[in-house]
Antibody
Framework: EVQLVQSGAEVKKPGESLKISCKTSGYTFTLYWIAWVRQMSGKGLEWMGFIFPGEYQTRYSPSFRGQVTISADTSTKTAYMEWSSLKTSDTAVYYC???????????????WGQGTLVTVSS | QSALTQPASVSGSPGQSITISCTGISSDPVGYNYVAWYQQHPGKAPKVIIYDVSKRPSGVSDRFSGSKYGNTASLTISGLQTDDTADYYCSSYASSSSLVFGGGTRLTVL
């Protein structure tokens, strides 16, 4: 069974750094792209970016480029999303999801992680 | 790339059928046939219900169907059930590596 398990909820102050994780199992980590998606409270889904662990390629939405860093560790089959300086506007639920089509970012997202709630407040 | 356009809300009665539209699908072959639909219940992660415009993942009810005409994709749910009450999102590709979602549609089955 393919599973993506995300790290737990975080409460941070503005200006702090944060790295959340998405641990995968049940498939070959290096053959599938992983997406990160933001959902602010009561709002819709926003694509943030992709990573292809097999070649360490990344793609970012223009809205998030320079604001976050996506990375992966093939030894632990884990993807990461990182902020160097959080803002209150980063408060949201963040999902990771596997792109279900082999070796391409052009596919449907399945499965999804359970989501990580990040709260940024002074 | 702007978000795809979906109606904010739709409603129906049990047993009826409804259709949710998703406008703004790229005419570029890069994204043309990569439309997916996701169902999200409150407090839960989204779940894919349609991919590649009209394909259903294993385990998804055949009451869910997808189609596309021009730059508009559609999700039809037949035989509405109360458990279909959820938010629905379409997605497509604006370029070879740029994913875009619709704004979401809240379906209420009364």
């Amino acid at each position: 069974e393919v599973q993506l398990v995300q790290s737990g909820a975080e409460v941070k102050k503005p200006g702090e750094s944060l790295k959340i994780s998405c641990k995968t199992s049940g498939y070959t980590f290096t053959l599938y792209w992983i997406a990160w998606v933001r959902q602010m409270s009561g709002k819709g889904l926003e694509w943030m970016g992709f990573i292809f662990p097999g070649e360490y390629q990344t793609r970012y939405s223009p809205s998030f480029r320079g604001q976050v860093t996506i990375s992966a560790d093939t030894s632990t089959k884990t993807a990461y999303m990182e902020w160097s300086s959080l803002k209150t506007s980063d408060t949201a639920v963040y999902y990771c999801a596997r792109v279900a089509r082999l070796t391409t970012p052009r596919g449907w997202l399945d499965p999804w992680g359970q989501g990580t709630l990040v709260t940024v407040s002074s | 790339q702007s978000a795809l356009t979906q109606p904010a809300s739709v409603s129906g009665s049990p047993g009826q059928s409804i259709t949710i539209s998703c406008t703004g699908i790229s005419s570029d072959p890069v994204g043309y046939n990569y439309v997916a639909w996701y169902q999200q219940h409150p407090g839960k992660a989204p779940k894919v219900i349609i991919y590649d415009v009209s394909k259903r993942p294993s385990g998804v009810s055949d009451r869910f169907s997808g189609s596309k005409y021009g730059n508009t994709a559609s999700l039809t749910i037949s035989g509405l059930q109360t458990d279909d009450t959820a938010d629905y999102y379409c997605s497509s590709y604006a370029s070879s590596s740029s994913l875009v979602f619709g704004g979401g549609t809240r379906l209420t089955v009364l």
